[in-house]
Nanobody, 124 residues
Framework: VQQQASGGGLVQAGGSLRLSCAASGRTVNSYTLGWFRRAPGKEREFVAGITWRGGSTIYADSVKGRFTISRDNAKNTLYLQMNSLRPEDTAVYFC??????????????????WGQGTQVTVSS
């Protein structure tokens, strides 16, 4: 599975961005999908995750109420709508797929496939 993340960029605080992650090679419709991010000098951290039917979503406390994760299984694509962006949201954002668990987990090692990352920069 190859995943291509896009949609990052430079935005002012309070603005919005929508990230996309298109999968190819095989369908990820039955996989749990997630978004992670890595800020400069920090460890990679969980942002949000969604189960294969979209029935369960989990968010990091830092983004809850501002970010929305969704998926379109017909398009084999994952999304992250980011609103009310803050400078502390600045990071490289990665999409990931977990092929074996039916639940969302926050641990990066549980995810089997990773996209290449897209840079999000929020200016104050």
């Amino acid at each position: 599975v190859q995943q291509q993340a896009s949609g990052g960029g430079l935005v002012q605080a309070g603005g919005s961005l929508r990230l996309s992650c298109a999968a190819s090679g095989r369908t990820v419709n039955s996989y749990t999908l997630g978004w992670f991010r890595r800020a400069p000098g920090k460890e990679r951290e969980f942002v949000a995750g969604i189960t294969w039917r979209g029935g369960s979503t989990i968010y990091a406390d830092s983004v809850k109420g501002r970010f929305t994760i969704s998926r379109d299984n017909a398009k084999n694509t994952l999304y992250l709508q980011m609103n009310s962006l803050r400078p502390e949201d600045t990071a490289v954002y990665f999409c990931a797929a977990d092929r074996s668990r039916g639940i969302v987990t926050r641990t990066p090692i549980n995810y089997d496939y990773w996209g290449q990352g897209t840079q999000v920069t929020v200016s104050s």
